[in-house]
């Protein structure tokens, strides 16, 4: 019998790690990053990645395991995934998909297409497109072919955007039709999930309170370093919250109270687009929202009554 998998989504500050670490540690499970940001290994602190002595706890796999110049897809993603749980179930030891990113759970539990290689002369007019046009002209021009992912990709997401016109344009097809035909890289049966989903509230204030500690933690200082590599603007890891509030901050150009105001309010954005994605995406996952720990684990227990406290 395989290894048993379980899954835990939720937004950003829900207490996701610290449920994992729990869970590894009754169970010996192994722990993978299903965070898009968390991947990048120069952003400790502003991704809230898993400490040093947290990792120390149990084996954790593709936590600050790539270059931030190395910008990676879903795909890419999955596909060290779905390697790290072949080589976690050989050694006979449970995992715990744990993160924020849906599209890659969603990637695990329902497939990704291998999409063809875009041409290089596509990808660089779906760019140059998107920069004469603007986000809200371009993205209605995306509409027509691919209703599903103009509505699904975030406010300024711009990389997924070009990434949706792009494959339209170079293969004809929407890029939600060959999402949707991928088998499962999970099989049925082998794996179990929950989602957090605290109160508004509660998360919002944890989300608050979470940007203030990592300023006392060095956020402005990985911010600082991470602007001195000059990378290009539109890399995944330039994307994550806290980046552009703090870079304007270091250029002089808002307060570092100013900053962290604007740090928080888009950290409560993004905790409502993830909560709202995973409603619509996983309606059918078991929920949690628990906002203590002590409750969260209990109501856990539960869901899962083969284990043990």
Known sequence: MEPRIWL???????GKSALALRLAAATGAEIVNADSMQLYADLRVVTARPSPDEEARAPHHLFGAVDAADGWSVGRWLRAATAVLGEIAARGRPAIVVGGTGLY?????????????????????????????????????????????????????????????????????????????????????????????PPRAALYARCDARLAAMVEAGALEE????????LDPALPIMKAVGVREFSAQLRGEMTLAEALAAAQRETRRYAKRQTTWMRGQMAEWPRLPETDAEGRWRSFLALNPGLTP
């Open 105 to 197: 759970f969603r990637a695990l539990t329902r497939g990704l297409a291998e999409i063809p290689k875009v041409p290089a002369e596509v990808r660089r007019s779906a760019e140059a497109e998107y920069e004469a046009m603007g986000e809200d002209a371009f993205r209605a021009r995306l509409a027509a072919p691919d209703p599903a992912a103009a509505q699904r990709i975030a406010p300024g997401d711009r990389q997924r955007l070009v990434r949706a016109w792009e494959v339209f344009a170079a293969t004809a097809a929407p890029l939600s039709d060959w999402q949707s035909t991928g088998e499962p890289a999970l099989t049925p049966g082998t794996w179990r999930a929950v989602a957090l989903e």
């Open 8 to 14: 835990i989504a939720g937004p950003t500050a829900s």
């Open 223 to 230: 911010v600082r370093t991470l602007a001195a590599r000059n």
